[in-house]
């Protein structure tokens, strides 16, 4: 009872200990070195699991009680190790609820486990689940106390009663409770031993169950409280004797010493005596004709107590040289030096319980001088009589298939080098996918040591995909057939990595797989390299199938309006043609020739974007005034088709005032307006801005189609109107959006829609609001009034290279010209002007051959710095005119020229030169 309430009281100081280890544990500023010591000096197991039930984590205590050293058990299975078959399902029920977060009824757990030396201690383990830093669920952490003793020790306490009571029942023995010499009590294996019920047995002398001539010896035994066994010939009922062994103690009960004898049926026993005496005689005669050498050894003295005949045989003494000779003198000196050194520790592990059986390989002394090598088989016990430890061993002569084996060491060695010299990965497996060797450039390869590799299981390795293929195809290679897979195994760090494997089984003699070769090659940039070529190709690809949409639509979007103009201007031809179809016919050919030169320049500015030939030219702007100017423009054109156009202004005039390049935020929204004007058959159309804090936010809102959701993105990219299939015939290059996009970047801002399909879209753009002092700027007027110059007659000088264009100047430039002068090249330019000083205008085409017209410009201003000069070109591009203007131009016009556009911008130049 004491003891039971010890090992209670220990019990709770070390559940005490193994809570405060919990709390130090989630404690951050629990040092890791105390932490570990603390672990490793526990006086409880500490095992941690991961979620698949491997071992994580095991301390000294639980290194001891497994019987396996800590290199050992880490990466071993819980269940396939240390829990046996008949009570697994019941201990992974308790692991899946503990890993599922229901710990409450499976905190407390007790269950035996099955250790490496054939022990099943009982553990009782309190559970606790690890978390990551997520609080995500990643295994278990389970302190436990070895209670075996204390189990056994509360179920004698709680039995004790029940097992005396049934002791008399269960019993071989005949057990006599009596009082001076006369039986009060007796068992029923009494009954059933002598014949006697217990009414008959209680108050007879003790002495009538014993025949007459021992009676005086048992008398004797009695007077003198005689404790040992002793043996006597016992007397039953109906007069049959058998011989029995009586053994007696003295026991006090309230005062009164009571006598309990107990009587054994040694019948059995002394034949048992008799048969092993024959044993003895069989094994004797086994151990003299055996091929192996069979002996004892007392081995605190290192002598000799038998060796058997056939090491006559194996090492060329008789027995009795080799028990006269000793340990000493049939082993070599490395062999003694060897035993000297593990035997004591040996010994030590056996009086603290431990029971193994010893396996080495010794060099041993032939009688002739020869070596010879056996393998040597024992293990340790105490003689019951004397008291000392001996060896009982068996030693076999093994020296041919030690000298094979030392050849196949050297092989394997060659093959370790050429294993582990392997530029790439590779792992032998044994036939369950245990790693029993791994190269060093597999653990370089997955970041990993190679002691944290070999012993731990394939499948901690791959990804959940790849361990479906490894379930797939182990067992074939297994049967012997070799097999490469793309598979992906986990870094240490939580990487993958793409791995080409091939497995090839590894056989023995008789083509009996023992093992697994696998060979890894990381395909990582390789795969990465092709996933690259092959995107690389589909955008090539992608971009070749645009471009040709592209070409095709461009081509049509040229054709068509040219086909307006040929086809009309032929119809011009007819003498007979009516005033009014000949008007109807012009405005035609105009409206054609519109639609192509938009085409035009916008097929060129995607070109400058495309090349990032774009730049910024800044100037002050009134965004107030464009936003009016964009309404006044299109208010014509939704009223002709029933629209309702609206504008709304975020800032007040004296606010409204920007640092920003003028023609590319007028280009946006144009784009804009125009794209919603093209794609709304009814209802509104509303522009505008606000103010967004650094920004300027403007909109574009239509009641249009709409764009569906997988277009929403592709609208803003190049070319993508001529890949859009089923769509309505609209006419366009389709490049509107995608250059406005690109404006909406360089100005530092950003563009997006949102739309409903069916009900219209909203277009959003920014431009970073950078204000400026109000400026006044002069607008030339679209109005007749002024068109006309009131100005003298003029001395022109055209430079043009094209025939066709010259001669359209020709014509416009005849009411106000006095003299007409044509060139055709920069250089020509400048000749003519130094030989003209009296030259009152020029018209500078850009594109000339020799010199063009930017450095002809350059050229007459060295020395002529007052004759205005305008720029024309059909380039009609962003930055082209204030690249003109910097150059000396005066002003600048893009082809085709309209009459009233250059009569306006003459008169102005020419009057404000006078």
Not at 114 to 121: A, S
């Amino acid at each position: 009872m004491e003891n039971i309430g010890k090992i209670k009281e220990e019990n709770q100081i070390l559940k005490k200990k193994i809570s405060e280890l919990e709390k130090s544990l989630k404690t951050e500023t629990f040092e890791k070195d105390k932490a570990n010591d603390f672990i490793n000096k526990a006086g409880v197991v500490l095992i941690a699991l991961d979620k698949k039930g491997n071992i994580t984590l095991a301390n000294n205590k639980a290194c001891q009680v497994l019987g396996c050293k800590d290199d050992k058990l880490i990466g071993k299975n819980w269940f396939d190790n240390f829990i046996k078959k008949e009570i697994i399902a019941e201990v992974k029920d308790v692991f899946s609820n503990i890993i599922s977060g229901n710990l409450a009824p499976v905190e407390y757990y007790t269950n035996p486990i099955w250790n490496t030396k054939g022990e099943k201690p009982i553990i009782s383990w309190r559970n606790s689940v690890l978390r990551d830093e997520k609080d995500k669920i990643i295994g278990l952490i389970s302190s436990g106390n070895d209670i075996t003793d204390e189990i056994e020790s509360e179920k004698r306490l709680i039995d004790s009663e029940k097992r005396l009571q049934t002791l008399s029942d269960a019993s071989f023995e005949a057990i006599f409770i009596s009082e001076k010499g006369i039986c009060l009590d007796q068992n029923h294996t009494a009954e059933r031993m002598f014949g006697y019920k217990l009414e008959e047995a209680i108050g007879k002398p003790g002495t009538d169950w014993i025949i007459p001539e021992n009676r005086d010896v048992v008398i004797n035994n009695m007077k003198n409280s005689v404790l040992k066994p002793y043996e006597v010939v016992a007397l039953r009922k109906d007069g049959s004797t058998f011989p029995c062994e009586i053994q007696a103690r003295i026991i006090t009960i309230e005062g009164i010493q009571l006598r309990v004898t107990a009587l054994r049926d040694i019948s059995v026993r002394r034949q048992a005596e008799l048969e092993l005496k024959q044993s003895e005689e069989k094994y004797r005669l086994i151990a003299d004709n055996t091929s192996d050498i069979i002996w004892i050894l007392d081995v605190e003295s290192n002598t000799f107590l038998f060796v058997s005949p056939s090491v006559k045989k194996s090492l060329g003494y008789s027995p009795e040289e080799v028990i006269k000779n000793g340990l000493d003198g049939v082993l070599s000196p490395p062999s003694i030096e060897y035993l000297n050194t593990v035997v004591p520790q040996r010994i030590e592990r056996f009086k603290n319980g431990e029971r193994e059986i010893f396996k080495d390989v010794l060099e041993q002394k032939h009688k002739n001088g020869s070596n010879v090598w056996t393998e040597v088989h024992a293990h340790y016990y105490r003689n019951s009589k004397t008291g000392r430890i001996e060896a009982l061993g068996s030693s076999r002569d093994i020296t041919k298939r030690w000298k094979i084996q030392q050849s196949l060491e050297k092989s394997e060695q060659l093959y370790r080098l050429l294993f582990n010299l392997l530029p790439y990965g590779g792992e032998v497996l044994d036939k369950k996918g245990v790693i029993v060797k791994c190269s060093p450039s597999t653990a370089k390869l997955l970041g990993y040591e190679l002691s944290e590799l070999e012993g731990t299981h394939i499948t901690s390795l791959l990804t959940n995909d790849s361990i479906d293929i490894f379930k797939s195809k182990f067992p074939e290679i297994l049967k012997g057939k070799a097999l490469t897979a793309d598979i992906k195994m986990k870094h240490k760090s939580g990487k993958e990595i793409d791995i080409l494997r091939a497995a090839q089984p590894i056989s023995d003699k008789l083509g009996n797989v023992e093992a697994v070769l696998a060979l890894n090659v990381d395909m990582t940039e390789h795969r990465k390299t092709v996933n690259e070529l092959i995107t690389a190709k589909e955008r090539v690809e992608e971009s070749d199938r645009l471009k040709s949409a592209f070409l095709a639509n461009m081509s049509h979007e040229i054709r068509t309006p040219m086909n307006g103009i040929m086809g009309f201007t032929n119809l011009l031809k007819d003498p007979d043609i009516s005033e009014s179809n000949h008007q109807k016919y012009v405005n035609i050919i105009r409206k054609s020739g519109n639609r192509m030169l938009d085409t035009v320049n916008n097929i060129i500015e995607i070109s400058k974007i495309e090349t990032n030939q774009i730049d910024l030219f800044l100037s002050d702007v009134n965004v107030n005034e464009m936003v009016e100017d964009q309404y006044n423009f299109f208010k014509h054109e939704t009223d002709k088709r029933g629209l309702e156009l609206n504008f709304s202004l975020g800032l007040g005039n004296s606010s409204s005032f920007i640092r920003t390049d003028k023609l590319m935020l007028n280009s946006i929204l144009t784009n804009l307006i125009k794209n919603a004007v093209k794609y709304t058959k009814k209802g509104r159309i509303s522009f505008g801005y606000t103010n967004d804090g650094g920004y300027l936010k403007f909109y574009v809102q239509d009641t249009g189609i709409g764009i569906a959701i997988n277009r929403r993105d592709a609208i803003f990219k190049r070319f993508i109107q001529a890949d859009i299939e089923d769509k309505q015939a609209y006419e366009g290059s389709g490049l509107g959006l995608s250059i406005a996009h690109a404006y909406a970047e360089l100005l530092n801002g950003e563009m997006w829609v949102e739309s409903q399909e069916g009900a219209g879209s909203i277009f959003y753009f920014t431009i970073p609001y950078q204000q400026v002092a109000q400026n006044t700027e002069e607008k030339l007027t679209d109005s007749n009034e002024g068109n006309k110059p009131k100005i003298n007659k003029l001395k022109i000088l055209i430079a043009e290279d094209d025939s066709i264009s010259e001669m359209h100047l020709a014509i416009l430039l005849k009411e106000i010209a006095t003299e007409l002068l044509s060139v055709k090249s920069g250089d020509e330019t400048v000749k003519i002007c130094r030989e003209n000083p009296d030259i009152d205008l020029i018209l500078m085409d850009i594109k000339m051959p020799i010199m063009d017209g930017y450095e002809a410009t350059r050229e007459i201003r060295k020395f002529n710095k007052k004759v205005p000069i305008i720029a024309q070109t059909a380039y009609a591009l962003q930055g082209d005119r204030e690249k003109a203007l910097q150059t000396g131009c005066n002003e600048y016009i893009t082809k085709p020229i309209e009459k009233e556009i250059l009569y306006a911008l003459i008169s102005e130049l020419v009057n404000n030169s006078k």
